[in-house]
């Protein structure tokens, strides 16, 4: 496939490409409009989680240009986002031991949605470095913290609400069990 003449039928200049870095940079920006969708159904009241999230969302777009062209995040992005974490732990210490189902009132779904979204990133990177391109260590460091930071913010958010979340016991993991009786 290549484009034609007509730049309105162009959406993105290295849409055409067969490399996974165009898949890349296509997650990184499904993952910052689920932030902006998340900031968008922000409780008002809740405005330290406004103003992380304001911070956040940019660093999305840093990600996905720092492969293709100059790296546009640093360890000071880092820190920042590990001590807002750390943070937010403290909040929530021992509410949640396990998995969760993804549910909830907004912005919730779409703080998950951003979650999986830094994990496609990361899975994405994998596969760009295998076919050879050099992806510097501190991105998927950075999409690992954010995805670790989504879901504790889902968390946060429904504590300060009064809403439980529900566990989400896994029939493939965890301990074994036994097989019920044969009936004869």
Not at 51 to 56: I, S, Y
Not at 73 to 90: M, P
Not at 155 to 166: F, K, M, P, T, Y
């Amino acid at each position: 496939m290549k484009p034609g003449q007509n730049i309105d039928e162009l959406c993105y200049p290295f849409i055409y490409e067969t490399s996974v870095l165009c898949d890349f940079e296509v997650v990184t920006d499904e993952l910052c409009g689920h932030i902006g969708a998340a900031l968008s159904y922000m409780p008002t009241d809740m405005p330290d989680l406004v103003a992380d999230l304001d911070r956040l969302q940019p660093l999305a777009f840093h990600v996905n240009g720092s492969i293709r062209g100059r790296l546009a995040v640093d360890d000071v992005d880092i820190a920042w986002l590990q001590s807002r974490l750390t943070h937010y732990r403290a909040q929530i210490k021992d509410r949640v031991n396990g998995f969760v189902l993804p549910r909830g009132i907004a912005p919730i779904p779409q703080l998950h949605l951003a979650r999986s979204a830094a994990k496609k990133a990361i899975r994405a990177m994998v596969r760009v470095e295998q076919e050879g391109r050099d992806v510097p260590m501190i991105l998927p460091r950075l999409c690992n913290l954010m995805c670790n930071f989504f879901f504790t913010l889902t968390l946060v958010i429904n504590q300060r609400r009064g809403v439980e979340e529900v566990a989400f016991v896994s029939k493939s993991y965890g301990p074994p069990r036994r097989p019920a009786p044969q009936q004869q």
